[in-house]
């Protein structure tokens, strides 16, 4: 059974910076992709980054330039670096570990974290 572990939420007022964190229990790690998403109340769960196996990263515009997503192998984690926050990134966070289609342009996720709070409020 893979667990995903995310941690590093809270609450930041706008303009500030979170660092979220996510270890897995996942035997060869290195060879997946990992992504993080989010989701609000009432909406559908949104994809925010990917980092392939190999490092390639990718962003919804709506976080380009502000977040940054980066790979721990050896430690078998992945972390989203989130700044310039603003009120419209609010929602539940959910780190997901899967793999990218054959044209590698779309992200599956296959197993997921437990989601934790981001509130950017002042």
């Known amino acids: 059974q893979v667990q995903l572990v995310e941690s590093g939420g809270g609450l930041v007022e706008p303009g500030g910076s979170l660092r979220l964190s996510c270890a897995a229990s996942k035997m060869l790690f290195s060879v997946f992709a990992m992504g993080w998403y989010r989701q609000v109340p009432g909406k559908q769960r949104e994809l925010v980054a990917t980092?392939?196996?190999?490092?390639?990263?990718d962003y919804v515009d709506s976080v380009k330039g502000r977040f940054t997503i980066s790979r721990d192998n050896a430690n078998k984690s992945v972390y989203l670096q989130m700044n310039s926050l603003k009120p419209d990134d609010t929602a539940v966070y959910y780190c997901?570990?899967?793999?990218?289609?054959?044209?590698?342009?779309?992200?599956?996720?296959?197993?997921w974290g437990q989601g934790i709070q981001v509130t950017v409020s002042s």
């Open positions: 980092i392939s196996n190999s490092g390639i990263t």
């Open positions: 997901s570990l899967g793999s990218f289609n054959a044209n590698g342009r779309t992200y599956l996720a296959e197993y």
